[in-house]
């Protein structure tokens, strides 16, 4: 029997005489039926919540006794150091998946309508979900509880009442640590009629209350309420490229991590060996991003900015917006491979050139073209083809050693007439001798000097260190791309600090320069031929364990062979794929996912493309939010060089961050921005209506530090709790700050204890992130300060989840003066 709760709003199924052999529930004629149904209910799915922690728990354990045998273990033929390896990894990472799942093990049910659950479950027609799979191995491995990801667990996020999809009653539970504290039902079978399905929400309640929740300096993740077109996207085909566009708050994000999550899941074989890459704006937003993989038991994905693609260099420096707008540009390129080319130069006319000895040779202009153009042709990188040009030249010179020796020896012996039946023997130095002159060259400082003078070996660092703060050297690479006031914005002191906008083009130049790699070639074959047999170890040890539980663990030989595996284990067998991925320029992902994807160069996605050129790719982001000069208004400008028309696009709609009121304010923005424009629709209304005031430029900084203060005890009295940010232009950030920082410090951490309650920031610092309470100041400033500034005004006004202030300095811009906003409403 279903029955309404009055208090909580929530259809709960009432069973009064239920009874759990563990949970007895005991009725108290103070306490209303339906709160003891409640209750009863609880104290149910409390026994099923515990045993399956108590599943988790043996698992571990299981887990964690196989590594220490593993760790324990030593001497043994090589075979068995392999193997030992292998198992101390595979244990490593599957104790880790089992801890990251503590919290939320099982968040839901799905009670099928007799015969419709999809899965075996023995007459039972009930499933819970959860984020990992747990199989009962003494009854034939029957699921104790489905991973999220699987096909089985689908309906849980796509059922609706139009639609039930076999779907009787879908049950979100709420846990505490290891608690089971509430209960959301939808009972789904009632008929389409009886239900309000405002905006098709899949779980309202519980989705009500996930939105709700305060708001810490890290991100959530949202697997037990995803919903139908963020499901869609999720478990989207992995091949191609995918755009999600959405406005803000969208779940583009979530629905990112959630999906190289599901990937990894159901095309494991194929992305462990090669790994997922996320790519994200900056550091900040990493961090904030940071702990939604491994919370779905995911630890194998590299997190990155572009600016950390290249391994060994930490991109600190700043450049100005102009000069990383120009540094984006595609011209780039061309500006690269003239700076390249401009490195292989002939002399003047000849080259004198003293060996050891005191011999002084010639080379000429001549020669040095020839073999200039010998080793352009090649169509080689710079330092692969460096060894044609050094060849010709050496050959050239030996050339003319020889000779001079030859007419050196002649001219020291006295002149002998041949007599009649002698013949002249050819010439005195024979091939060993052209061997050992060439080698002696080769060898020569002189001759190392001039071929590095004419075609130097060169690191991308070296190059375009050289570049940049060579005025001469930058006027002729960049003739003919660049305006003069363009190349000279790029003009810096040589040590600077290298930037994010300088690695794609490092990243440029490493392709354009090459590398001699020939014996790091001859050791990773080395290495190959080792891994082979660590991996047969591996799948040895995998079949001796029959404890292990996981199916696809057991069944290891089905999926994977020796080669496959020695592939994924190339390098060291104890690093992930991300890990290896970090040390090598040249490592290409399984799947790229980026994130506020609006705001890369073009040169920028050189580089992504370059490291997925299976185009994998599930790119994410809001053109209408694009901040950064050298970002995109268009996806199909950035994907048609490498793709043209062959990618899709999907939508998302629903706004679940920002209430309605806020999104009104921030829609007259956007309509400002471009009135073709749609701002998503939110989900919720907070109630709050957004408050706007003004203060002056000498009394700002203490003004926000009143409001700051009320916002704070507001949210303190609303929310018990939460956290604020304060954004602003680049100018204010410094004053704030320090007009700030006891506020802060007073404020302390936020809920996880890691991160500060309080924070100011630019904008472009605050992109992807949210907050429950934002203060924007002057954002007429922000609006003037770069071209895309109305896009960051957009962008400060959608960070709140549920409290909005802005503070003027100056007469408000149109959008946000209330009269727009009054007379949209008017018209
Ligand atoms: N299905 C969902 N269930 C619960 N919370 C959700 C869901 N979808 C999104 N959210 C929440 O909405 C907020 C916004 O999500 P997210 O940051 O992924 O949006 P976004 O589209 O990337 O936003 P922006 O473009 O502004 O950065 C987050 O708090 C996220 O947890």
Not at 242 to 270: C, E, F, I, M
Not at 288 to 301: C, D
Not at 727 to 756: H, I, M, R
Request: aromatic share 4%; with cysteine; charged share 30%.
């Amino acid at each position: 029997m279903e029955s309404l709760d009055r208090e909580s709003g929530l259809l709960v199924s009432v069973s009064p005489h239920h009874r759990e052999p563990d949970n007895t529930v005991m009725f108290d004629p103070r306490i209303s039926e339906p709160e003891q149904a409640r209750s009863a209910e609880i104290a149910a799915e409390q026994g099923y919540v515990s045993m399956l922690y108590d599943r988790l728990d043996a698992e571990r354990e299981l887990a964690d006794r196989r590594l220490s045998d593993a760790l324990r273990s030593s001497g043994g033929p090589p075979q068995a150091a392999a193997e030992r390896e292998a198992a101390t990894a595979t244990y490593s990472d599957r104790l880790a998946a089992l801890k990251s799942v503590e919290q939320g093990l099982c968040f839901g049910r799905l009670d099928f309508a007799d015969g419709s659950a999809n899965v075996d479950t023995d007459d039972d027609p009930t499933i819970y979900i959860g984020r990992v799979g747990l199989f009962d191995e003494s009854d034939d491995y029957r699921p104790l509880l489905i991973d999220w990801r699987a096909p089985v667990a689908r309906p849980f996020y796509l059922a609706t009442a139009a639609s039930p999809q076999g779907v009787r009653r879908r049950r979100h539970i709420r846990t505490l640590s290891r608690k089971v504290v509430g209960l959301d039902d939808e009972v789904l079978d009632l008929g389409a009629g009886e239900h309000n399905d405002h905006l098709g929400l899949a779980g309202e309640a519980a989705l009500l209350s996930a939105l709700e929740r305060r708001r810490t300096g890290e991100m959530s993740d949202i697997v037990s309420t995803i919903q139908a077109e963020q499901d869609a996207i999720i478990r989207a085909d992995l091949g191609g490229v995918l755009v999600v566009q959405g406005g803000p708050g969208t779940g583009k994000t979530a629905v990112a991590l959630h999906r190289a999550a599901y990937l990894l899941y159901t095309h494991r074989r194929q992305l462990t060996t090669r790994g997922v890459l996320v790519v994200g704006p900056n550091s900040t937003f990493l961090r904030y991003i940071g702990q939604v993989l491994p919370s779905l038991g995911e630890t194998g994905v590299m997190l990155a900015t572009v600016g950390e693609l290249y391994p060994g260099l930490s991109a600190t420096g700043l450049d100005t917006p102009e000069a990383a707008e120009i540094k984006g540009r595609i011209g780039m390129t061309e500006v690269l491979a003239k700076a390249v080319r401009d490195r292989q130069i002939v002399p003047e006319d000849v080259l004198e050139v003293t060996v050891e000895g005191g011999e002084v040779l010639v080379l000429d202009r001549a020669t040095c073209e020839l073999a200039r153009s010998k080793a352009r042709e090649t169509l080689r990188p710079h330092n692969l083809a460096r060894r044609v040009f050094s060849d010709r030249v050496l050959d050239a010179l030996v050339e003319v050693s020889m000779n001079q020796l030859e007419s050196h020896v002649l001219d020291d012996l006295p002149e002998i007439p041949l007599s009649g039946d002698e013949v002249d023997s050819g010439p005195m130095l024979d091939s060993r001798d052209r061997a050992t002159i060439r080698q002696e060259l080769a060898e020569d400082p002189a001759v190392q000097a001039v071929l590095q003078e004419l075609w130097p070996k060169l690191t991308p660092q070296e190059l375009l260190s050289d570049l940049l703060t060579d005025t001469e050297r930058l006027a002729s690479a960049a003739s003919g791309v660049l305006t003069e006031a363009e190349w000279r914005t790029l003009l810096r002191r040589p040590g600077s600090l290298w930037t994010a906008a300088d690695v794609p083009l490092l990243d440029e130049l490493a392709e354009l320069l090459g590398e001699d790699d020939t014996e790091a070639r001859a050791r990773r074959e080395r290495q190959r031929r080792e891994e082979r047999a660590y991996a047969e170890g591996v799948l040895h040890v995998l079949e001796q364990d029959e404890e292990i539980l996981d199916e696809e663990v057991v069944r290891v030989r089905d999926v994977l062979d020796a080669e496959l595996l020695a592939e994924r284990q190339e390098a060291r067998s104890d690093l992930t794929a991300a890990q290896r991925a970090a040390l090598d320029r040249s490592w290409t992902f399984g799947h790229v996912i980026v994130d506020e994807a609006q705001e890369l160069s073009e040169m920028d996605w050189r580089v992504l493309m370059r490291r997925c050129p299976s185009r994998s790719m599930t790119l994410v982001g809001d053109v209408s939010q694009t901040g950064s000069a050298a970002g995109t208004s268009s996806w199909d400008r950035v994907l048609r060089p490498y793709v043209e028309d062959r990618w899709r696009l999907r939508e998302l709609t629903v706004n679940y961050r920002t209430p309605a009121e806020i999104m009104e304010l921030a829609s007259a923005v956007l309509a400002d921005i471009d009135p073709g424009l749609t701002a998503p629709t939110s989900v919720r209304e907070s109630g709050i209506e957004p408050w706007r005031r003004s203060s002056s430029p000498g009394s700002v900084t203490a003004d926000v530090r009143r409001w700051v203060d009320e916002e704070l005890a507001a949210l303190t009295e609303e929310r018990g709790g939460g956290t604020l940010a304060v954004l602003c232009p680049a100018a204010l950030e410094g004053p704030l700050s320090a007009e700030l920082a006891e506020v802060q410090a007073a404020a302390g951490a936020d809920d996880t204890g890691d991160n500060p309650r309080v924070s100011v920031l630019t904008v472009d610092r605050a992109k992807g992130l949210e907050f429950d309470a934002v203060i924007v100041v002057d954002p007429e400033s922000i609006a003037t300060a770069t071209a895309r500034g109305l896009n960051d005004v957009y962008v400060a006004l959608t960070r709140a989840t549920q409290r909005l202030g802005i503070v003027h300095t100056a007469p408000p811009m149109p959008a946000l003066s209330g009269e727009q906003g009054a007379s949209r409403a008017a018209g």
